[in-house]
């Protein structure tokens, strides 16, 4: 038996507009939430929806109907839910048909994409919770498997995890933390009793992920036959190859020009046209084998940039400072009560904030430019603080009335 875990990552972020030093204490709308702004949160989630949601879950729901075998694992942000519930139920709705059809699995997260487990304990775990709720709600089912923020991830991270009985875990199958191992095994996480890791074979994940359209690349064009032999090679080291990537590859990173949907189309049928090949959720991943050996992670690994460390989202002094002054309101927020204010000042938590504040250099640099809604970093930041500025004279004043 071979088998591939194919996982895909929904977000959207709810992004905070230009936000004036002057609008403080006196508008404290702050995000684009208007269709005619050229950044607004409903256009970007519109035109992504046209390029990538709408398409690949079509072609992903085709499938499975015509291939009961075919299977994927998803990760859904409580931001991108927000969103859609507003502006397109009907992927919502998608989804949850493929989650009924016994198809589809949702993985836990936290709810608004950020960065809490680093920061505040307690956050962390009211946003988990809030998010399996909504899950549930929307879904009728409870993640069983978890993944954090970014794939950020270390033993602390896995005995927490294990201590809510979660049945697995994902992290990136990161060279450094691998040594001579392969990522196509289950592990067991250090210290831990009963949970399960999945790591992700991180080549062939981006074989897809960034490298399908280059056409400096020396395998461009790639095609079905060639990454299915390179599928096939990768399984002498373990019989399950572990495709974790963004919803967003579809369509948005990778445009339907470059035939990605195609390939994908191709390949689901070509992949499961192999005598005992399948496709396989989390969960399932998670029951194919005995853990190979025990894996240890003391210190923290992501899934982004070529350092695979935390460094994204806090490499310079204008994200540490911005998420240390953030969460330093928590309590007051929290003790105002008020769950409009909650609600925004947990928007300010997402991740991709502190991301568009990045100021690396060369190929990194120009991914976080890519995702940034802003002009530099450094305008990133000044309205992130003149936001954090007017979420202080809101709980100021929640306190004199």
Known sequence: MRAICLYLHIHQPV????YSIFDVSRDSNYFHDDYHGRQSNERIFRKVAEKSYRPMLDLLERNMQKYPGVKVSLSITGTWLDQAEKWGPEYIAQIKRMVERGQAEIVGETYYHSLAFFYN???FEAQVTKHATKIEKLFGVRPRVFRNTEFAYNDELARWADSQGYKGILAE??????GWRSPNYVYKPAG???LKLLLKNYRLSDDIAFRFSNRGWSEWPLTVPKYQRW???DCLRGNLINLFMDFETFGEHQWQDTGIFDFMNTLIPSWLGEYDNKFVTVSEACDLM???DEISMPETVTWADTERDLSAWLSNSM????QHDLYAMREQILATGDQQLIRDWRYMTTSDHPYSMCT???NDGDVHAYFSAYASPYESFMYFENVLRDLEYRVETSQKS
Do not use: H, V
């Open 231 to 233: 599928l096939n090679n």
């Open 192 to 194: 831990c009793d009963n």
């Open 121 to 123: 304990r307690d956050e």
């Open 319 to 322: 994200q540490t400072s911005g």
């Open 15 to 18: 992004r905070y507009r230009q």
């Open 173 to 178: 199958g990161w060279d450094k933390i691998l």
């Open 290 to 292: 005995p853990p190979a």
């Open 360 to 362: 690396k250099y060369w």
